[in-house]
Nanobody, 123 residues
Framework: QVQLVESGGGLVQPGGSLRLSCTAS????????MGWFRQVSGKEREFVAV????????RYADSVRGRFTVSRDNPKNTVYLQMNSLKPEDTAVYYC????????????????WGQGTQVTVST
């Protein structure tokens, strides 16, 4: 069992930056590939980024590639999402999730989820 807690969300102006954190408890996070997803009310949860167990491999959604960076610090049991050049369309609840196998971009494969943190990009 893994418990995931996201933090770092908030209100930011367009063009600004935020760094989200996802801290795990229970099993060590290095056992899992870790993903970030986001969801706007009334829409499906969508893939943002994923990082492999030891950080060697990453994947990004086309909409965030070049602006967002996913990283991890396994000794701290924490995964990060650095978000730069934020746009109003990045406004959503952001979730981290853990998957045992595969660098999955489909949310159906993920076994554990955090409760989410709100990111709002607005003037």
């Amino acid at each position: 069992q893994v418990q995931l807690v996201e933090s770092g969300g908030g209100l930011v102006q367009p063009g600004g930056s935020l760094r989200l954190s996802c801290t795990a408890s229970g099993r060590t996070v290095s056992n899992y590939n870790m993903g970030w997803f986001r969801q706007v009310s009334g829409k499906e949860r969508e893939f943002v980024a994923v990082i492999s167990r030891y950080g060697r491999n990453t994947r990004y959604a086309d909409s965030v590639r070049g602006r967002f960076t996913v990283s991890r610090d396994n000794p701290k049991n924490t995964v990060y999402l650095q978000m730069n050049s934020l746009k109003p369309e990045d406004t959503a609840v952001y979730y981290c999730a853990a998957v045992s196998s595969g660098i999955a971009t489909d949310r159906a494969g993920y076994e554990y989820w955090g409760q989410g943190t709100q990111v709002t990009v607005s003037t």
